[in-house]
Structure formats: C-alpha cells, structure tokens
C-alpha cells in the first residue's frame, strides 16, 4: 500500500525510522489499511495513512512547529497550500518548502502530459532508460529504490507482515 508514499517522503527528507504501525487485514490476509509513524534523519516527523477500506484525501499534508502545507493530488503535486500565517518562524521554513517545490515543479514539467494520470510515467521513463541503453533511472537509482525498500520492509515487520516469498525467518 505505501510504496509510492514511502518513496516520496525518503526522495524529499531522506532515510526514516519506523515509530509505530497498525494495520488492518481483510479477510484474506492482505493489508486494507495502514496507519504509521516516520520520525525522518534530517527532523521531521509524520504519520502516512493508506486504505483499500475508505476513501482518504490524495494529499500530503507536512506538519513542523514552524509551517504547515499540502501537495496534491499525492501522485504527481500541482498544487502546494501553505496553512499557516507569515510569521519569522514559518519564513524560516519557506527554504525547505521551496526546495520541496521545485524538485516535484521539475518532475511535473518532466513528465509527458496525458489525460492518464500513474503508472504512463514510470513506464516512460524505463522507455526512455533502455532506449538510451542504461541500466539505471536518474530520477530514481537503484540506491534510492534500496532505501525505499529497506523502509518498507521495516514497516512490515513492524506489521507482522510475512509472505511465502519472504526469506526464512
């Protein structure tokens, strides 16, 4: 459920610590919804909620003492609100917000425009990779993917979540 948020949030803050995980399994075992906590390596924290179950806001709503804003829709950002006043201290948060910004300005304008909206990018950009004969994506390397995956699997753990694929415990 949370790949796409997951990695995300690691490509802005970097490496993150799982805090706390609830999940809710459907009847067959798969996870429905997931609620958990991230404490990030460069401060932030938050708390990422998905669900097959009900319907949730497609936003991303980053929360600090100092600023609070959303980008949205989650998969592919056109739209960043601020929600808190001008004051010193939410200024002192604006470097960070326009860096944010501008990285997923730089993706948007990237990505090919379409009445599509998902998975067309990420198959563009393989595309584009293979015809150019390299065996890796600058927009997202196979470290970035590690690191994206590693969380994962700290979250799943945390979840009691296991597969029959999985490596013996």
């Not at 196979?142 to 994962?152: C, E, F, G, K, T």
């Amino acid at each position: 459920l949370a790949v796409y948020p997951m990695s995300l949030l690691t490509g802005l803050f970097g490496p993150a610590q799982v805090r706390d995980v609830q999940v809710l399994r459907g009847p067959t075992g798969v996870d429905e919804e997931l609620e958990l906590s991230l404490h990030f390596a460069g401060g932030p924290s938050g708390t990422v909620m998905c669900s097959f179950r009900r319907e949730l806001a497609n936003e991303l709503t980053l929360n600090d003492r100092r600023v609070a804003f959303t980008l949205a829709p989650l998969y592919m950002p056109t739209r960043l609100d601020r929600q808190t006043p001008n004051t010193p201290t939410a200024a002192a948060s604006m470097t960070t917000l326009k860096r944010i910004w501008k990285r997923l300005s730089q993706r948007a304008s990237a990505a090919p425009t379409s009445p599509l909206q998902g998975y067309q990018f990420e198959a563009q950009a393989v595309a584009d990779c293979l015809r150019a004969g390299m065996t890796e994506c600058p927009a997202m390397s196979h470290d970035a993917s590690l690191q994206v995956m590693r969380l994962l699997d700290a979250i799943r753990a945390q979840a009691g979540a296991y597969q029959p694929s999985d490596p013996i415990r």
